[in-house]
């Protein structure tokens, strides 16, 4: 890549690095091509923009998801990207300067993020490809994050199941926030928060994939 040209600007290399990964771990890659910027988007516009608190991506990949929250407005200094793999680490660090990348499990959050600072985000999005992965894996995940979660933040998960890829633990609501037909396979994009008062115990679910 040539000095000062981004993943983006290069569709070529982004799939030839997207494709080095899934050859890698595909466990850990769940599609045949990168996620669009429609999905990117539509995953983007669930989280608060105005907020000044920390924003948590999981498996950012090729940085697809990472490029519209900055678009959104959440700043880079904002930002905690936890990725398994070292080339997509490494893409990440060196495209989007700012944002504290950690080389990580994210199915161990507690072992993986440092011990202070980083306790309640205002928002998690997941790239995780959870249906790759056993639901008891899956169903930890989730509740893992929601001890880091702040009171009403949401955890935007995108799937290309017909079905939420985790069934909401206790507490927990689910929603199919949109469905993005311009992506390779089509994907949903699902919002997990914790229910309201207000909310009845049935109110909200989806569907979920056990």
Known sequence: MRAGQSVKDNPLREQ??????????PTNVGAIAPSSPALARAVAAQVDPHTEDPVLELGPGTGSMTRELLKRGIAPERMIAIEWDANFARTIAAEFPG?????GDAFDLDGSLPKRGYEQFAAI???????NHP???RCALVEAAFRRLQPGAPMVQFSYG???PVKPPRGILV????????NLPPASVWVYRKRGPDQ???AGLAKSKR
């Open 175 to 182: 929603r199919r926030a949109a469905y993005v037909w311009a």
């Open 135 to 137: 639901a008891d894996k």
């Open 162 to 164: 017909l079905f939420a």
């Open 200 to 202: 009845s115990g049935a």
């Open 125 to 131: 999005i997941s790239g995780i490809p959870l249906l």
């Open 16 to 25: 030839l690095l997207f494709l080095r990964g899934l050859i890698a771990n």
């Open 99 to 103: 944002i504290k990348v950690i080389r």
